[in-house]
């Protein structure tokens, strides 16, 4: 929106007059302009907007309602637009109120009258909801993509780890042997729920709002499945006042970045922690840690922290936009000029923070002697021993109750682990003990009698990877 200030002239004697200017007679306050102007945050809606006024166009001569000269007119002013953006020819101007208006006026600067035909039959309101799904119909997909590059990786990683030793932990204490691989698949998985909750995000937009116009459609006899046919959506929005209305996909979407965002920072809880000196269980490249100002020793997992720490930019995000529809009426409020702010934000952070990610673990090293070492003690094979004797035909409640009299009687006569305990020694607690027992502990005999599906065995792990490989072949 300009006024007499701005570099186009006065409200109503030019071509970037504000869509509305009609109604006033003076124009507003240059403070008001700066405050209620949208396109640094909308112009990246720019060629978005321009395929959406295509397809609009197309169907207005379809309909007989502009003439084939003045579509065509239209279509190559159009395209003259997108092609001058994508070279640099033509820069945005910022001084319009948002991106349509910028476009609609650069437009009839270029080819004069046809131009001002282009919003014939349509809205700001249905023409803001087209552009943020073109927008999300063109963007999402790449997400997935590089989530899907992140599984990749993972994938690759745990296939050189299906036997490297590594514990698992509940309540941050010792619990059952696993490997690295089921570990880097638990996290693969985690990111495939994402990619496809995404992808179901997608469906519910893939749904035209144009031809809704401002809240009751249009008395224009405009053909909506045209446009949504040449847009290449599934179909049209069902009813125009709900049309309008609609930011569920805005939160929808946000809240997929959200929970994307929190496995990222989960993932990246536990890098820091194995990067301790307590755990070191991964050392994570000098490319992708930094060091201390004042502690010349220091190599900090900086950008793990970092992906970690911007969670809570993300969950604001969808904060904010939950706000701010809650207690909106029908239709159209200019609040919900605010969801695009929000929504981009969301979405670059994560969208950065996957591939920070990817990088920071593809060039990480695995200490496999530690992970290992952390199998061995804190009795992390005490369900093992109450599996032995549930083989022996004890009830399992009865066997854990016997697992858990070798661990008192280990840490009673000073030892870590029940291994640890002579034959002897577990006899003494129950008679069904073998000298087979010790053989049936060991962290690796654990892992690998894990069978059952998804468990940590490599035969298990390695199916794991296979099902994540096919998942990603289909990207």
């Not at 009299?405 to 305990?421: N, P, Q, W, Y």
């Not at 000298?435 to 894990?450: G, V």
Request: one cysteine or more; hydrophobic letters at 40%; a negative charge.
């Amino acid at each position: 929106m300009n006024n007499e200030n701005t570099p186009h002239g006065t409200m109503t004697d030019n071509n970037h007059a504000a869509l509305w200017h009609g109604r006033f007679a003076e124009g507003p306050d240059a403070a008001a302009v700066e405050f209620e102007t949208s396109i640094h945050v909308d112009e990246r809606m720019a060629l978005d907007d321009i395929h959406g006024s295509k397809a609009h166009a197309a169907m207005l001569a379809r309909q007989k309602i502009i003439s084939e000269d003045e579509n065509k007119a239209i279509q190559d002013g159009l395209d003259s637009i997108e092609r001058d953006l994508g070279s640099g020819a033509l820069k945005i101007d910022y001084s319009a109120e948002d991106i349509h208006s910028f476009v609609e006026a650069t437009l009839t600067d270029r080819i004069g009258d046809p131009g001002r035909k282009l919003h014939t039959g349509r809205s700001r309101n249905d023409q803001i909801a087209l552009d943020e799904r073109l927008y999300l119909r063109r963007v999402i997909p790449e997400l997935q993509k590089q989530i899907v590059s992140l599984i990749k990786t993972l994938s690759k990683i745990a296939g050189e780890h299906t036997e490297s030793l590594l514990t698992g932990y509940t309540h941050m204490q010792h619990a059952q042997p696993g490997t690295l691989a089921q570990h880097l698949c638990a996290w693969a998985f985690m990111l495939k729920r994402d990619v496809e909750r995404l992808g179901d995000s997608l469906k519910r937009v893939s749904l035209s709002p144009l031809g809704s116009g401002a809240l009751a459609g249009s008395g224009l006899p405009l053909d909506r499945e045209f446009v949504a046919s040449e847009l290449g959506f599934d179909g049209v929005t069902e009813n125009s006042l709900d049309s309008v209305s609609d930011r569920d996909y805005c939160i929808e979407f946000t809240a997929d970045f959200a929970l994307l965002q929190q496995h990222l920072s989960r993932m990246c809880e536990e890098v820091v922690l194995w990067s301790t000196s307590e755990f070191a269980f991964i050392d994570l490249s000098e490319k992708w840690s930094t060091g201390s100002s004042i502690m010349p020793q220091k190599k900090n997992p900086d950008f793990a922290e970092l992906i970690r720490g911007r969670t809570g930019k993300v969950y604001g995000d969808l904060i904010n936009l939950l706000v701010m529809m809650k207690g909106l009426p029908l239709a159209y409020d200019r609040d919900m000029q605010e969801d695009k702010a929000p929504l981009f934000e969301a979405l670059d952070t994560v969208q950065g923070n996957v591939i920070v990610f990817e990088a920071m673990i593809s060039s990480a090293n695995w200490n496999l002697p530690n992970m290992e070492k952390s199998c061995f003690g804190g009795f992390a094979n005490a369900t093992d021993v109450a599996d032995y004797l549930v083989r022996k035909g004890l009830p399992f409640r009865v066997a854990h109750g016997v697992s858990a009299k070798c661990v008192r009687l280990a840490i009673d006569s000073g030892k870590s682990a029940i291994e640890d305990l002579s034959i002897e020694q577990l006899k003494g607690i129950s008679d069904l003990f073998e000298s087979d027992i010790f053989e049936k502990i060991t962290p690796k005999a654990c892992m690998e009698a894990r069978l059952t599906t998804g468990g940590p065995s490599s035969v298990e792990t390695k199916k794991q990877i296979s099902k994540l490989e096919e998942f990603c072949s289909k990207f």
